[in-house]
Nanobody, 131 residues
């Protein structure tokens, strides 16, 4: 099973990016899946997590600082999870990762630095916000 992130890059403050996470060898239906980020010198944090089976079931979680700006979505036909990021701010730059785990999305997002997600981290994709 593998999750591969892409879509990062350099964007000006206020700009937008869409990150993609393609899942292979697994069925998203069985998991909560989410986006996490880690900036230099900081702990990894859960940004947005949702149900892999139904991202509109009301269980989607967002970190407070990204609410209203970021949107997580799942394309089950493509086995892909997206993170649409708008109005990017100077505090958003980080390496962004996707990960999955069994559980409630909010709990999975809050488990960024626990044993729940040990071994889940791939290469990630770098997001840089700079003018």
């Amino acid at each position: 099973a593998q999750l591969v992130e892409s879509g990062g890059g350099l964007v000006q403050p206020g700009g937008s990016l869409r990150l993609s996470c393609v899942a292979s060898g697994l069925t998203l239906d069985y998991y909560a899946i989410g986006w996490f980020r880690q900036a230099p010198g900081k702990e990894r944090e859960g940004v947005a997590c949702t149900s892999g089976s139904d991202s509109s079931d009301g269980s989607t979680y967002y970190l407070d600082s990204v609410k209203g700006r970021f949107t997580i979505s799942v394309d089950k036909a493509k086995n892909t999870v997206y993170l649409q990021m708008k109005r990017l701010k100077p505090e958003d730059p980080a390496v962004y990762y996707c990960a999955k785990a069994v559980g409630v999305p909010a709990d999975v997002c809050r488990a960024a630095n626990t044993r729940t997600l040990v071994g889940s981290w791939g290469q990630g994709t770098q997001v840089t916000v700079s003018s």
